[in-house]
């Protein structure tokens, strides 16, 4: 039975993180250009902070300075979306000129333009997330709170950044309009990409200016044992690299399951989006917005699971989490702190 919204039937604790870690060559920090977006989300996870929204390019030129001196020599660039930024290639070229190579999290409807994706590459650009949340025009369009030729420009983006060599990485995020439709996505996917992207699913936040959307405020961690589990099946029937964000490992049934967030996909600093002047570290952050149960401090996967999002357990509860017991090779250990 789902708990109600507000129940909260066990205490709720956190990991601990430093605040700060030494940056080395290895670093990534994310990069936000602002909250700026031509898609209009229904289920957007930014903040929507007037002050966030739009950062005017020589804030960005500053910043871009100060992860330099701090010694990145790689960042995510990410926004709202970044690419429609009109200091983009400004900001972008600066990076390039400090040696700073870079990654990006877009809706890729910007690399649908001619040249736009060589461009990115030869300004130091290696990787792509690139949200896409249906093949059906339809529905993603809907998901985007856009018309469908934003879904055929993105489709389009994905294309052209392949053809440039970009490493890319299709973002998925479940609703309730989509869920029906994963075996389509993967299988369609294979179609036209096979093991050239990699696939990404991940559970909704509901702690943005979107948390209210019914599609996913309504959408259950029970609602997505089964189709997730036979997701996982089907990409390993289709040779296909499938990753997952925001999934409790006792939800995938698995305690071995990794948790590919932003620290898992390479993200260790991020750069305080209000005065860009201050990194945290990414674990840190990441550990200051998840929840655990009181149950879960003996789970065998402790260590590395994601646990669920603060907003989610203050929601709902933690009743849908079953840790796993104890196992050799599998250590529980783990500082946490109770919240």
Known sequence: MHATAGSVSQPLFKKQRPEDIPVTLKSV?????????????????????????????????????????????????????????????????????????????????????PGFAQRAVTTGLQRAIVSLH???????????????????????????????????????????????????????????????????????????????????????YDDVRLPVRHLRQLATELDLRLFLESFPNCIVQDPTSANLGRSGFGETHYLDDASGDRIYAMRHIEAELSAYGDGCRRCAALSRCPGVARSYAQRYGVDELTPFAPSPGLSSGQEEEST
Not at 42 to 71: D, I, Q, V, Y
Not at 87 to 105: K, P, Y
Not at 196 to 202: D, E, H, N, S, Y
């Open 29 to 113: 920090a994310l990069f936000r250009f602002g909250e700026q977006c031509n898609n209009h989300c229904p289920m957007c996870s930014n903040t929507g902070e007037p002050g966030l929204f739009f950062h005017p390019t020589e804030e960005l030129l500053r910043r871009a300075a100060f992860l330099k001196r701090c010694g990145f020599a790689r960042v995510v660039v990410t926004g709202g979306e970044a690419t429609i930024h009109p200091g983009f290639w400004t900001v972008i070229e600066r990076l390039a000129e400090d040696g700073i190579a870079w990654d990006v999290n877009t809706h890729g409807r910007t690399f649908s333009r």
């Open 134 to 220: 249906s093949f059906d025009a339809a529905t993603d369009a809907t998901i985007f709170g856009a018309d469908e030729n934003a879904h055929f420009e993105t489709v389009t983006g994905v294309d052209r950044l392949l053809e440039a060599g970009v490493r890319v990485m299709l973002n998925c995020v479940l609703t309730q309009l989509n869920l029906a439709q994963l075996h389509d996505y993967l299988r369609e996917g294979a179609r036209r990409y096979g093991r050239r992207v990699a696939f990404k699913f991940v559970f909704p936040s509901t702690g943005g200016k979107g948390g209210q959307w019914p599609s996913i405020a309504t959408l259950r």
